[in-house]
């Protein structure tokens, strides 16, 4: 069924890759190239204007003045082992050479770490035989979050300079070694500094969040039939079958590390990968996979989704971006995202006047009818053959009735749940009067009582008082009656 119809959304594997053709993916963010040979593009203006710029005063600059450009050259030096020093800490005196056993020592659990093991590479950065490497890290946290005012950029050449000095560390391992021990590595900086980098003020990504979330919310018009995207044929009681990959895209904000946000996102395209192997018997293309995910994205919309992708291309282990299966996961989840950012009609095969009465709310849409394979179908049928579609129709006529009478069934018991509620609600409020009146009669007795002891009180009774007293030689008594 999907084949025959016009896809509206293309792309091929050239389109991911690097403008320079490095083989490594490339990402909107850097304008089709790699991070690696974006920082390269970038940093190369800088050096020719540096060069420009020295080249000038040299040469429009009187001999007399080579002095001062000795001197101004020497404190630019200066500063820059100044700022070395801060992040690297004072250079120590030379020692002697450690021996072959200490290093192996060193480097022999980090060999046999597992990856996704971050409990045993802690306990081995704090042994004895990797002190060193510990004072590193705790010394480059220290001064990040000292400096943590530094402008985003500056903070991200920072921790990837970082990540480049502790490569070396390693490089008596293997590659993949290595590429596990920096997954952890990457893990615990990030961590720590999470609270500092992530949205930091110096950038505009709080702005940028808040309108691709208003973007995606203008477009929960969109249906999987627009996207082109393959579903199940299943029965419509059943839910969403990419809720699972919904699930996972909205998780990624609630991760710290680059790399386990990085994990969502590939969780979230391998069950997409798994609903489209369920839709057809032929692997899935990279067609429907990217359609498949903007639908996701759309979905989902997931919080603050700019930032955490910056925040990954920012801080991120570089092999984990440009290449290797979660590298080709998120060149997806950025052609995805400025797909989004530049929808328009005829990317949905819409004309200009229905896609601004649906940007405006004029016309309702279908995404609540998703569900239903038989209405998931919008090929133009050849002319004189009405076959297919009348019976489209009884099927689509059928369920509304069936809808339709479990509508009125879903009615009819919440109306007897409302009579029901009624009814014991009026019967707690007469076992309610009845003790109200219960105990308003025991306290009318009560009170009756207590009248009538303390009348009892007050009437007069005889009282006799004897009064003993000494009269004279003889002893008398006298009885006394009061009334």
């Not at 450009?69 to 404190?75: C, I, R, Y």
């Not at 002697?96 to 590479?121: K, V």
């Not at 990040?144 to 390693?170: G, P, R």
């Not at 990968?273 to 990279?286: E, R």
């Amino acid at each position: 069924m999907w084949e025959e119809q016009q896809r509206g959304i293309r792309v091929t594997q050239a389109e991911l890759l690097c403008k320079d053709g490095c083989g490594f993916y490339g990402n909107s963010a850097w304008q089709g190239y790699c991070s690696k040979c974006w920082r390269e593009k970038t940093r190369k203006p800088e050096v020719d204007g540096r060069r420009d710029h020295g080249s000038q005063s040299i040469s429009g600059s009187p001999i007399t003045f080579s002095k001062f450009e000795d001197k101004k050259s020497a404190e630019a030096s200066r500063r820059t082992s100044t700022m070395k020093r801060l992040f690297w800490g004072t250079p120590s005196p030379p020692k002697r050479p450690e021996g072959s056993e200490g290093q192996l020592e060193a480097l022999q659990g980090f060999e046999t770490l597992e990856p996704g093991d971050f409990t045993s590479f802690l306990k081995l950065l704090r042994s004895p035989s990797s002190q060193r490497l510990q004072s590193r890290c705790s010394a480059f946290l220290n001064t990040m979050e000292a400096y943590h005012d530094l402008h985003v950029e500056k903070q991200s050449d920072l921790v990837q300079e970082f990540y480049q000095n502790i490569t070396l560390h390693f490089s008596s391992l293997s590659e993949a070694q290595i590429a596990h021990v920096m997954e952890h590595m990457e893990k615990l900086i990030m961590t720590r500094l999470h609270k500092w980098v992530f949205c930091h003020d110096s950038s505009d990504d709080e702005q940028r969040d808040l309108a691709l979330q208003r973007r995606i919310k203008s477009l929960n018009w969109v249906t999987p039939q627009m996207l082109r995207v393959p579903f199940p044929d299943e029965g419509p009681d059943v839910s969403d079958p990419y809720l699972h990959a919904i699930t996972a895209i909205i998780e990624m904000d609630a991760k710290r590390a680059p790399q386990d946000k990085l994990t969502c996102v590939s969780r979230c395209s391998q069950n997409v990968f798994q609903v489209l192997a369920s839709s057809s018997s032929k692997p899935a293309c990279a067609d429907d996979f990217l359609s498949a995910l903007i639908y996701v994205v759309l979905s989902a919309n997931p919080p603050r989704l700019h930032s955490n992708m910056q925040y990954i291309i920012r801080f991120g282990l570089p092999h984990s971006i440009r290449s290797g299966e979660t590298g080709y996961y998120f060149t997806n989840l950025s052609c995805s995202v400025a797909f989004i950012e530049k929808l328009d009609a005829a990317a949905l095969n819409l004309s200009p006047e229905e896609f601004q009465h649906f940007m405006q709310g004029r016309q309702q849409h279908a995404r609540n009818y998703a569900a239903i394979p038989a209405v998931c179908s919008e090929a133009p049928q050849p002319p004189g053959d009405n076959s297919g579609a009348q019976q489209r129709g009884q099927e689509v006529r059928a369920r509304l009735e069936e809808l339709k009478g479990r509508q009125e069934h879903v009615q009819q018991g919440a109306l007897s749940l409302q009579e029901q509620l009624q009814r014991w609600v009026r019967d707690v409020h007469l076992q309610l009067d009845r003790v109200c009146t219960a105990q308003r009669d025991d306290l009318t007795a009560t009170e009756v009582r207590a009248d009538d002891d303390a009348e009892e009180k007050d009437i007069p009774g005889y009282r006799e008082v004897l009064v003993f007293q000494e009269e004279g030689p003889d002893d008398a008594c006298r009885k006394e009656t009061d009334c």
